[in-house]
């Protein structure tokens, strides 16, 4: 398979808080936020694999800062690593200052998706080139928290998770 880059697959959504989708305190629920960052995170991986995909899991999220009613919202999602059959995908929430346009990072997540035939069995996706710093950052970082979630899983010998290991040694 050909490999591809991150911003092959980059997605970019861009919506308005509105009253209904906030809580009491006016600002936007967390899990209509988790569900803006799943239908982003599943395009992109869409675009990565162009294969039905589905979520596999989501692997961390922080929500660090409060999202307000009538904020301008932007998620911006791009697989961070592919694997076998699975993807891992990096997400950026931004929100836009109403008045200046300033944009700043509120939030951000990592999920995972797997891509499937149209049977449901899971199937091989392209390898990713990542091109730039960042890019390569989260694209090392990947391995080391698949390795992490397989050896917590049991599905891996933390002998075995050369990646991890390499961060609590020394030469």
């Not at 300033?102 to 797997?114: D, G, H, Q, S």
């Not at 960042?134 to 090392?140: D, I, P, T, V």
Request: proline share 6%.
């Amino acid at each position: 398979m050909t490999p591809k880059t991150p911003s092959e697959s980059r997605t970019v959504m861009t919506d308005l808080v509105l009253p209904s989708e906030t809580n009491p305190l006016n600002n936007l629920f967390g899990g209509e936020l988790l569900a803006r960052m799943d239908r982003a995170a599943s395009i992109s991986a869409r675009r990565h694999s162009r294969r039905i995909t589905v979520t596999a899991s989501v692997n961390h999220v922080a929500f660090n800062s409060a999202v307000p009613l009538g904020s301008v919202v932007t998620v911006e999602a791009s697989v961070s690593r592919a694997f076998n059959t699975s993807m891992e995908i990096f997400l950026d929430v931004w929100i836009e200052d109403r008045f200046t346009g300033e944009r700043t990072k509120a939030n951000e997540a990592i999920y995972t998706f797997v891509a499937v035939d149209d049977t449901g069995k899971p199937t091989e996706v392209p390898p990713l080139e990542p091109e730039t710093e960042l890019e390569k950052q989260r694209f090392a970082a990947a391995l080391r928290r698949k390795q992490l979630s397989l050896v917590l899983a049991g599905k891996m010998k933390p002998a075995d998770a050369t990646e991890l290991k390499a961060l609590f040694t020394t030469s």
